[in-house]
């Protein structure tokens, strides 16, 4: 097959410029093998010899399981609640046709151009009232706040593409409007779940702010950036342990990504343009 | 089937934000049952006594501007060449991607990591004086690394976005412009560029939304530091209310710190919305 010249002749310089990019990366894994002295001593240097004791260590220091299970929860449920709670919302602002709709929309996305950051001190506050705090049930049901308006705004838009029809055929048939659009609606807008499904889930399994000052005070219910950060404080200098653990708490986030690559970049851009 | 959402979104964004807007005139440790009204006597005090604050407002700023600008030209760049028929562009792609799927509080520490022990080991073998500079501990070269790093992390994203954004672009339009004698770069600023505007405004977008309330990436990578040369606004707010306790004044800031996001961003949408063309 004959190429370009052009394009032949930047694949070997932009494979070089990736490699540098990951040079950092690639340094966590290579370390993640050494011994402490081995990393004091040189941090280019490959492993003498292959140990996954690092890894191990830090597994059962960090209380890997537990953390994993925790952030997991958080994700799921923080997750699954946004899609509810956004989908059904969107479709019946979508469908009603009133001043009033058109109100309680505007209410709904206005969050959008609300940073967390500027009410993050009352919410702690309005959290610990509630009884939200240093509990994982209590950190997913405040990111269902967090989390709605932006899919919300995603379910409004491409609610109007379904046609109506549909609805009404499902009325016709008997349907109760919540099982009419859980049975016919839900499923057809499949293409913006699966984006607000990456986007929320990327976003609660790597958030740390919000966890930082929700579950400060619970030892067994952090999530994994949190307890990453502290043990990377616990062992500041013990880097053999720390890069393990550095692996350990990114890999599950690298595995969804590969998994789903497609469906992540299309999620991604479709969340980021349509807002 | 709205009830729900409204709820959520109230309970948890909404009526914290008003009752933050609320706080700000108001002195309140956190214990306190009911905070003191003191009229505007918080934002008298940051607006003329609060060193801190001025400093992380000067930091923040200019730390936007050079990522947004750093950020933004560098995934267009990779966009291009990634979306010409380049050899392993998706390998390259997923390659650029990479750090966008790591928490920025893991992407901070990654670096801690880097700047020393791994400087040290670069230095070492190539004895270049750039590997010898506390690029942590000397102010200036602290705020480049918060620069580096974050750029580091986002460009993936971005340059998703615009890739997507250049697939948009028709090619017979391009072509037309091959057969009427347009460069390369001709064709770039007068075709490719007004086209992929929408792209554009997006990114500036989250890029300036995302640089004015940065926080997780100095909070592992510097901590504010050396002194408080990386103390970004975000940055300031947490400790002013969660390290000092003073509550009422950090909502008087963060009202600020919403202002400030709220004008930035209205003034970029409207300004490059104007400059959209339709194809």
């Not at chain 1, 070997?12 to 993640?32: E, G, K, Q, T």
């Not at chain 1, 941090?43 to 140990?51: E, F, G, W």
């Not at chain 1, 479709?91 to 309680?104: A, D, E, H, N, Q």
């Not at chain 2, 007004?194 to 592992?220: E, G, Q």
Request: net charge positive.
């Amino acid at each position: 097959m004959k190429r370009p010249h052009a394009a032949l002749f930047l694949t070997i310089p932009m494979f070089l410029i990736a490699a540098v990019y990951l040079y950092p990366l690639i340094l966590v894994v290579i370390n993640s093998l050494k011994t402490f002295a081995e990393i004091m001593a040189n941090v280019v240097a490959l492993p003498t010899h292959l140990s996954l004791e690092n890894f191990s260590n830090a597994f059962v220091l960090m209380k890997y399981p537990n953390l994993f299970f925790n952030t997991l929860l958080v994700t799921v449920l923080g997750t699954s609640g946004v899609v509810l709670l956004s989908a059904m919302a969107g479709y019946k602002l979508s469908r009603t046709k009133t001043r009033y709709s058109w109100f309680v929309f505007l209410l709904c996305v206005a969050p959008i151009m609300i940073p967390f950051q500027s009410f993050m001190i009352v919410l702690v506050k309005v959290a610990k009232t509630l009884h939200l705090t240093n509990t994982t049930y209590g950190l997913s049901i405040i990111y269902w706040g967090l989390g709605v308006p932006l899919s919300l705004f995603m379910y409004h838009g491409f609610v109007k593409t379904v046609p109506k029809d549909l609805d009404d055929c499902a009325f016709i048939d008997g349907c109760r409007p919540l099982r009419a659009f859980f049975q016919v609606i839900f499923p057809l807008l499949k293409p913006v779940t699966v984006s607000v499904v990456v986007i929320n889930a990327m976003w609660m399994w790597n958030d740390f702010l919000l966890p930082l000052l929700i579950l400060s005070g619970a030892k067994q219910y952090l999530t994994l950036q949190l307890a990453a950060y502290n043990f990377f404080g616990q062992y500041k200098v013990e880097w053999h342990f720390a890069m393990a653990g550095v692996l350990l708490t990114i890999t599950p986030a690298i595995i969804f990504y590969f998994a789903l690559q497609k469906h992540i970049i299309k999620g991604m851009v479709a969340g980021a343009v349509k807002a | 089937m709205t009830a729900p959402a409204i709820i959520a979104i109230l309970v948890f964004v909404e009526i914290p934000f008003l009752m933050s807007v609320m706080y700000s005139f108001t002195r309140w440790n956190g214990l306190d049952k009911v905070p003191k009204w003191i009229g505007l006597a918080n934002y008298r005090e940051l607006l003329t006594a609060d060193r801190d604050l001025v400093l992380a407002v000067v930091f923040t700023l200019i730390f936007t501007v050079i990522t947004v600008v750093v950020t933004n030209v560098l995934a267009l760049l990779l966009a291009v060449i990634l979306d010409s028929d380049i050899w392993g562009k998706n390998v390259l792609r997923a390659a650029f991607y990479i750090p966008n799927i790591i928490s920025l509080i893991i992407v901070g520490y990654v670096w801690r990591f880097i700047f020393s022990r791994g400087f040290d080991s670069f230095s070492a073998l190539t004895h270049i004086g750039l590997f010898q500079l506390s690029w942590l501990g000397d102010g200036k070269l602290a705020f480049l690394s918060v620069v580096l790093v974050s750029v580091w992390q986002s460009i993936g994203f971005y340059m998703v976005i615009y890739i997507a954004g250049l697939q948009t672009v028709p090619r017979e339009q391009l072509e037309a412009a091959v057969i009427d004698g347009a460069g390369a770069v001709g064709r770039f600023f007068r075709i490719t560029l007004p086209l992929i505007m929408p792209s554009i405004t997006v990114c500036v977008f989250y890029s300036l939304s995302n640089a004015l309330k940065t926080f997780d990436v100095i909070f592992s990578l510097t901590f504010g530091g050396p002194g408080t040369a990386t103390t970004s606004i975000a940055l300031d707010i947490y400790r002013t209310a969660f390290s000092d306790n003073r509550f009422g004044y950090g909502t008087a800031k963060s009202v600020i710190l919403f202002l400030l996001i709220l004008t930035v961003t209205v003034f970029q949408l409207t300004g490059f919305k104007r400059r959209e063309v339709e194809t």
